[in-house]
């Protein structure tokens, strides 16, 4: 069983919408990650988060550290914004554990 | 510009011949790591150092050596490549990546290998 479980696998919007992408975590965590991948491109961190909520420009990242769950938003979605959406956590020691990743198609 | 510079960006080799990926950082992070990245496994960790002269292995270390005499770089070696290597690899930095002082990672393009 994967450590770290992501909800979509794929998701088509629509240009506008607004999208939320889920993680779910089994194991005590104490950073979780998300990153963005873009086809045939390098990998960019958008948030580290232990708790809370963050936000930058049309993105938003929240963690409920109870319930073992963390969830991307985009606002006002944009082709540019497709791109794979991978999600990872660390814990207590120096590793990092991957979902498998959100693959996000937005149609103008 | 901070930035995590790998190299080469594409290679192709045969198997058996001995190849190094080399990671550089300009950001004085302490930690380093590195990731291969292949269809419907995700990402996952090879090898990662905490600081200079300390290394620990990742999830999938077999094959693969490092190491890290200088705080910027952090190759990786392939001693003797096999098929089963070819992959997409990603090298990674952050000021720290333990706990609560974990800190945000910064990733190097890519390096695209190819073993025949």
């Known amino acids: 069983k994967n450590e770290v479980e992501q909800s979509p696998q794929n998701l088509t919007a629509q240009e506008g919408e607004f999208i939320t992408i889920n993680c779910s975590y089994s194991v005590g965590i104490s950073a979780l990650h998300w990153l963005q991948q873009h086809p045939g491109g390098g990998i960019v961190s958008l948030f580290m988060l232990s708790s809370g909520k963050k936000k930058h420009g049309r993105l938003i990242a929240t963690i409920n550290i109870q319930e073992k769950h963390s969830s991307l938003h985009i606002t006002a979605s944009h082709p540019r914004d497709s791109a794979v959406y991978i999600c990872?956590?660390?814990?207590?020691?120096?590793?990092?554990?991957f979902g498998k990743g959100t693959l996000l198609t937005v149609n103008p | 510009e901070a930035q995590v510079t790998q190299n080469p960006r594409y290679l192709i080799t045969v198997t058996g011949k001995k190849l190094t990926v080399t990671c550089s950082q300009n950001?004085?992070?302490?930690?380093m790591s590195w990731y291969r990245q292949d269809p419907g496994l995700g990402l996952r960790q090879i090898y990662y150092s905490m600081n200079v002269e300390v290394t620990d292995k990742g999830d999938v270390p077999e094959g693969y050596k490092v190491s890290r005499k200088e705080k910027r770089n952090f190759p990786l070696i392939l001693e003797s490549p096999s098929p089963n290597q070819t992959s997409l690899y990603f090298c990674?930095?952050?000021?720290?990546?333990?706990?609560?002082?974990?800190?945000?990672?910064?990733f190097g393009q890519g390096t695209r290998l190819t073993v025949v």
């Open positions: 990674a930095s952050s000021l720290s990546n333990r706990g609560a002082r974990s800190t945000e990672a910064f």
């Open positions: 990872a956590f660390g814990g207590s020691n120096y590793k990092l554990t």
């Open positions: 950001m004085n992070h302490e930690y």
